[in-house]
């Protein structure tokens, strides 16, 4: 009787680890997509073999992408939830605003002392 031969089940391949850039993409945050497209263009502008013709419009990318980066971040503080404790501290800084406009005044006059 021929015994049969089998080949070894090879072990399934290791998923590829996903971009950090693509990861941020998919994620839909603009701000961590815009991290990561920083850190890649910084990346390939330091390869020492990075061409010449290349550095220029690399190096305007890095600048766009640095400044919606500012940009994305003003927004994300200026949208911030407010918390009442916020709330508390805006109330108590318009009252002191307002307190120190309005001249200090004494409403009781002074006793005259009858001997």
Do not use: C, H, W
């Amino acid at each position: 009787m021929a015994t049969r031969r089998t080949e070894p089940v090879a072990a399934p391949a290791a998923p590829e680890p996903v971009p950090p850039l693509v990861a941020a993409a998919a994620s839909g945050d603009r701000l961590a997509a815009l991290q990561e497209l920083r850190a890649v263009l910084a990346e390939r502008l330091s390869r020492p073999r990075t061409a010449a013709r290349d550095v220029a419009a690399l190096s305007r990318q890095l600048v766009d992408v640095t400044a919606a980066i500012e940009d994305a971040t003003q927004k994300q503080a200026a949208t911030r939830e407010r918390t009442p404790t916020d709330e508390l501290a805006k109330r108590r800084a318009a009252r002191r605003n307002a307190t120190a406009d309005v001249p200090k005044t004494t409403s009781r006059q002074p006793r005259s002392v009858n001997s």
